[in-house]
């Protein structure tokens, strides 16, 4: 559905992408990973050949980004990460706009979406949220029932209970065969939906894994607060136990795998508090690829 070859943007005195090479195969959700200025938004917008590369090739439906680029736009929906459109229309005018130029008529599935995501079409957009514009961007980038989706952190501004929904809502159009490219630098977000993710750091591709093999990777921060002292022995010789420190009656940690064994052990004591934290996504490159790239 997508394939990249070497795909390059380079800046004047910026930091671009770099030799990007990685296929998105049809049917799937492709995570793009990666913090705030690594180079996701260049890649997408490169892909769709709003900026030109420097280097490389892309294409989408397998044809070229460039020479195809109105093709391929008819054919797929996009959500920027930068969404914007006219605050003076409704969100119901701007889904008609949007099927005029794709040559729809009616709205397709944007009723059926708007209700999904508790989404208000009648009100003008300019009065809307940051979280409830979002919504709207979402709709337009659905409501064609696209191939392929791309999709640039869609879920900014969206509350808990509406990204939940977004998740439901991308995971049904690939079980309806579609296709879906999201970049997010939320780890858990990628998880949850992805097929495989694909990882960029400082433009640059650091590594493409299926998602089971990311998760069999993850670890946890623990730290629990026990009634009384005890001797760390236990869970030291737990697996996948780390960097196990002690304060008084807390005791902190890194668990790698599965935290079943933690919770056994720890429950042979009586537990005042318990926390447990993800990595941040700068821990996460620094654990599985080291500064320099990948081990």
Do not use: W
Not at 13 to 36: K, Q, T, W
Not at 209 to 235: M, T
């Amino acid at each position: 559905m997508i394939d990249t070859d070497r795909l390059t943007k380079r800046y004047a005195g910026a930091r671009g992408i770099e030799d990007l090479s990685f296929v998105v195969e049809a049917g799937e959700i492709y995570g793009f990973l990666g913090p705030n200025g690594a180079g996701k938004t260049t890649t997408i917008r490169t892909l769709l050949d709003l900026l030109h590369p420097s280097g490389g090739h892309a294409s989408i439906f397998g044809l070229d980004s460039h020479r195809g680029s109105r093709e391929i736009r008819s054919r797929l929906g996009n959500l920027p990460g930068d969404f914007t459109c006219d605050p003076r229309l409704t969100g119901r005018a701007f889904l008609a706009f949007c099927a005029e130029a794709r040559g729809l008529a009616g709205l397709g599935r944007g009723p059926v979406l708007a209700e999904r995501f508790e989404a208000d079409l009648d009100r003008r957009i300019g009065d809307l949220s940051r979280g409830n514009r979002q919504k709207i961007g979402l709709i337009q980038a659905l409501f064609h029932d696209p191939e392929l989706l791309i999709l640039d952190e869609p879920t900014t501004g969206l509350d808990p209970l509406m990204q939940e929904e977004f998740l439901e809502v991308i995971t049904d159009h690939r079980d309806r065969g579609g296709t879906v490219l999201l970049s997010s630098h939320e780890l858990d977000e990628v998880e949850r939906v992805c097929d495989r993710v694909a990882i960029i750091r400082e433009g640059r591709l650091v590594a493409v894994e299926r998602v089971a093999e990311l998760r069999g990777r993850s670890y946890h921060h623990v730290s629990i607060r026990f009634e009384e002292s005890l001797e760390v022995a236990e869970l030291a010789a737990i697996p996948g136990v780390s960097e196990l420190r002690t304060d008084g009656t807390r005791v902190s940690f890194k668990v790698t795998g599965a935290l079943d064994p933690v919770v056994k052990a720890a429950a042979h004591h009586t537990v005042l508090d318990m926390e447990l934290t993800e990595p941040s996504l700068e821990e996460v490159f620094l654990t599985y690829y080291g500064r320099e790239g990948p081990r």
